[in-house]
């Protein structure tokens, strides 16, 4: 297991279908394969009524990272635990590959780039992938865990105050909350993307009204600054926490071998202190 340095949608399509292949056996290959190609269009090109999504950092790429380690994750629990059956699997990898589409402007949209809805992009991707899911004839029971689990990929949701459907569900969305982290957080471009971070967040809170010297962070070199702090918090009272410390099944090979996400976080952390002099 690595943590490539560029990934490609056709990299991590082939990833997940020769990892759930393996696991499962038969399972819907094809609307994964369909789910992979619509993403990629909505995020680089005009797709019916939406423009392409333009966020520096909640690009293309970072769906990506946090879908490749989420199919790695569930691969080893289900593998570990047996708890996780294949439908549940494909709720999981459709949530976290639809869960940043509220970044999307419709084609009348002209302002901003889409930091605009950084507050509400949850709840506008949960809008979308209920019109795009039942468009695709799911059950209304499966969208409504998709809609779910996208709110788990919020670090401000209390996860223990969701109304999760069932046990798995509950997993699941620990699962891709742990994921979103690890995913964006070990991407070896991580530092050079704070500053795309720091500008959809500025744009967040002009389209609020909010002042400057109310801002949290009044430069990009103010935010990636305060990151490894963040790390501390994120890994004790969130991953180690909230999610049940669910990263351990990311070690390679399990259960005590190295844990490829970590330590890359671990790295970028320590390359943000030894540029801010800490």
Same mark, same amino acid.
């Given at each position: 297991?690595? +943590?490539? +340095?560029?990934?490609?949608?056709? !990299?991590?399509? %082939? ?18 394969g ?16 939406? %423009? ?39 709720? &999981? +990898? ?10 999307? @402007? ?5 302002? &901003? ?21 039942? !468009? @695709? ?9 998709? !809609? ?16 999760f ?18 995913? #964006? ?22 389209? *609020? ?15 990636i600054?305060?990151?490894? &702090?963040?790390?501390?918090?994120? *890994? *004790? ?25 970590? #330590? ?5 952390? #320590? ?8």
């Amino acid at each position: 297991m690595k +943590i490539d +340095i560029q990934l490609t949608p056709s !990299e991590v399509l %082939q990833e997940t279908l020769t990892s759930l292949t393996d696991l499962y056996g038969a399972f819907p290959s094809d609307f994964i394969g369909q789910l992979f190609t619509d993403v990629e269009q909505l995020f680089t090109a005009s797709w019916k009524e939406y %423009q392409r999504i333009d966020s520096g950092y909640h690009d293309l790429e970072h769906t990506l990272r946090a879908t490749q380690c989420l199919v790695r994750l569930l691969v080893s629990c289900q593998r570990e635990t047996g708890n996780i059956p294949v439908d549940k699997c494909m709720i &999981g +990898i459709t949530a976290m590959l639809l869960h940043d589409m509220g970044f999307l @402007k419709e084609a009348g949209d002209v302002a &901003g780039a889409g930091g605009q809805y950084t507050l509400a992009h949850q709840t506008r991707s949960c809008q979308f992938a209920h019109k795009y899911l039942h !468009e @695709k004839d799911w059950l209304s029971v499966d969208v409504l865990s998709v !809609e779910t689990l996208i709110h788990c990929t919020a670090l401000n949701t209390h996860l223990n105050k969701i109304s999760f459907l069932d046990s798995v569900d509950e997993i699941l969305g620990k699962a891709i909350a742990t994921a979103n982290v690890l995913g #964006q957080m070990s991407d070896p471009a991580y530092i050079k993307k704070l500053y795309f971070l720091y500008e959809e967040l500025r744009e967040a809170d002009t389209f *609020r009204g909010v002042e400057d010297k109310q801002r949290l962070y009044q430069s990009p070199e103010a935010l990636i600054g305060k990151t490894p &702090g963040f790390w501390i918090h994120v *890994r *004790r009272d969130k991953l180690d926490n909230d999610y049940d410390a669910l990263y351990k099944y990311l070690a390679d090979p399990y259960p005590n071998g190295n844990n490829p996400y970590i #330590q890359a976080i671990e790295a970028n952390m #320590q390359r943000i202190r030894a540029l801010v002099g800490v």
